[in-house]
């Protein structure tokens, strides 16, 4: 259970990132998180495994306090909570199977790190979980050998190989094509039931958000200003979540005469 | 739809913006730096009847240094030998201690006290000419592989250390962040998420600074801090100025050589 309460983001002396923001996650269930591009959705990500400072308010994971936490007791927790990023951020140059282990590093001690040498169980754990999402004939390859889809599943294993008690997903999708992207989503889905994970994910796609979760949080300005199951996302709630953002930008089919206009200038 | 091109009639004129906007002290600058030159070269003490007398000087040495001349090989063998010696034991230090530095010196990773003392001792080593730290090793440590050794070792963490965290500053965060949000602390985020990125920046640097530090060591060899340079230094003080042209010949061959060498592995590091 994820409890965030009054959670507040300033950067500097601007106007806050997230106002007061209240959010709930209970059990296994997937939240997609909708929002335009600098609604504070993926400073909410972070601000969850403290890769954003928050300035005020409170997050509770099963029973840890995360806001107050520093040092070893941060890292503790961060281990606790699985990341997925847009861009993978996997580490370019190593193997498939370092990439995929490297979701121990807050378990192992450093000389095991160093040594590569990680104990039995995390090697067959990340076979087993390399062969769930049918990457494991890649083991020894490099990860920037992988195409799009293939290193976000490394990025999907890394993130399991912690035993998350929740797994964050931060745009995961946005840097694949529409049918990776569809399995990447997928798999998150079957992921989630399988393994009786919470999964929090920031997604642009509407159609997809719609499709495989079972909540949808939509936020403007830093605040949830909808917080309902799918079928409730009427389009005067998609106006208000996204008012002033064109409807292409949201992954619905946009009107081909706009763009044939300014091409024919 | 009408478009503001459509509108306008008539030619538009374009021109590149100069480099300087202001056209003030693009003048002044234009003609500050005229004045200076004529200045720098009409006020030099340029004493022609010395050079004149130096003329046949300088061709009686060219005669005496044709044919060049292997008189001692072995001496040359153990110079280059002992250059070598220097410029890899210096490379080694320089670049061992390179690595901790370079951390210390970049922004993105160090705070800020930490990153002021990076970049100082950045700033230090660098601020002198190899020669200079070899005439002050040489007092201090006494003629010598030591002096050289010590030298190139500070010419070496100069340029890596400074080379190094600059590619440091430059490196992907994402990745940092990964390791970071998978629990690492702060060590093991700097092996698994920068040291990879840096890697082959680092062999690359190493590689240079081996031929870097090979020529270099001819030249403080000549001030005392030994090597293929007290070679050449002995021999023109025994006027032995065909065995010093083959000196010369021998060193602008070795340095052709390694430089193809580290030009060819640098260029094959992936």
New interface residues.
């Given amino acids: 259970m994820l409890r965030i309460k009054d959670l507040v983001k300033r950067y500097g002396k601007d106007e806050a990132v997230l106002k007061d923001l209240n959010l709930e996650v209970p059990g296994e269930s997937v939240v997609a998180i909708i929002g335009a591009s600098g609604a504070g959705k993926s400073t909410l990500l972070r601000c969850i ?1 403290r ?1 954003v400072e928050p300035t005020s308010g409170s997050i509770d994971l099963n029973g840890t306090e995360l806001t107050t936490l520093s040092g ?1 007791d941060l ?5 606790r ?3 997925i ?1 847009q ?1 993978f ?6 193997t498939v199977m370092e990439n995929v282990l ?6 192992v001690p ?1 000389w095991r ?2 040594t590569r040498n990680f104990p039995q169980s995390d090697i067959d754990r990340a076979f087993q979980l390399m062969e769930r999402v049918g990457i494991a004939h890649y083991a020894n390859k490099r990860a920037d050998e992988l195409s799009g889809g293939e290193r976000q599943r490394v ?1 999907v294993v ?2 399991l190989m ?1 035993e998350p008690e929740i797994l964050l997903a931060d745009e995961p999708t946005a840097s694949l094509d529409p049918k990776t992207s569809r399995q990447i989503m997928e798999l998150l889905r079957a992921l989630a039931s399988e393994l009786h994970l919470p999964v929090l994910i920031n997604i642009h796609n509407v159609t997809e958000a719609k499709e495989y979760t079972q909540r949808i949080v939509g936020m403007r300005f830093g605040r949830i200003i909808f917080d309902s199951v799918p079928t409730d996302l009427t389009q005067d709630a998609m106006d208000e979540i996204y008012a002033g953002v064109p409807a292409e930008e949201r992954g619905e089919t946009g009107d081909p005469e706009s763009l044939r ?1 300014v091409v024919s ?1 | ?1 009408t ?1 503001s091109v459509e509108k306008t009639t008539g030619h538009r004129t374009w021109k590149k913006p100069p480099f300087i906007a202001n056209p003030a002290i693009r003048w002044a600058i234009i003609l500050g730096v005229l004045a200076y030159v004529v200045w720098a070269v009409t006020s030099l003490p340029f004493n022609w009847e010395r050079i004149q007398e130096g003329i046949p000087r300088a061709i009686r040495i060219f005669k005496g240094a044709f044919p060049p001349d292997m008189i001692r090989g072995e001496l040359v063998l153990q110079g280059f030998l002992e250059s070598i010696k220097i410029a890899i034991v210096a490379t080694l230090a320089g670049v061992m201690l390179s690595v901790p530095i370079a951390f210390a010196a970049a922004s993105n990773i160090a705070p800020k006290w930490l990153y002021n003392v990076g970049r100082g001792i950045i700033i230090i080593a660098r601020s002198f000419h190899p020669v200079i730290v070899a005439i002050l090793f040489v007092k201090a440590v006494g003629f010598g592989p030591l002096a050289g050794i010590l030298t190139l070792t500070i010419y070496s963490i100069g340029f890596v250390a400074k080379m190094l965290a600059e590619r440091i500053e430059e490196i ?1 965060w ?2 940092v ?9 702060t ?2 985020t700097m ?3 920068v040291i ?2 840096i ?2 920046r680092q062999i690359g640097l190493s590689i240079y600074q081996l031929d870097s530090n090979l020529r270099a060591s001819a030249v403080v060899g000549i001030v005392g801090a030994g090597g293929i340079g007290s070679t050449l230094m002995n021999a023109f003080r025994r006027y032995d100025y065909d065995f010093a042209l083959a000196i010369t010949l021998c060193i602008i061959g070795v340095i052709l050589i390694s430089e193809a060498i580290s030009g060819r592995i640098r260029r094959n590091i992936w």
């Fill in positions: 495994n890769l070893g890292r503790l927790a961060r281990r909570i699985g990341m990023f861009g951020n996997l580490i370019n140059r190593l490297s979701g121990r590093l807050g378990y450093a790190a160093m990025g890394r993130a912690q206009e200038q | 739809m478009s992907d994402g990745q962040e990964a390791i970071r949000a998978a629990g690492g602390g060590f093991i092996l698994y998420a990879p990125q890697m082959p």
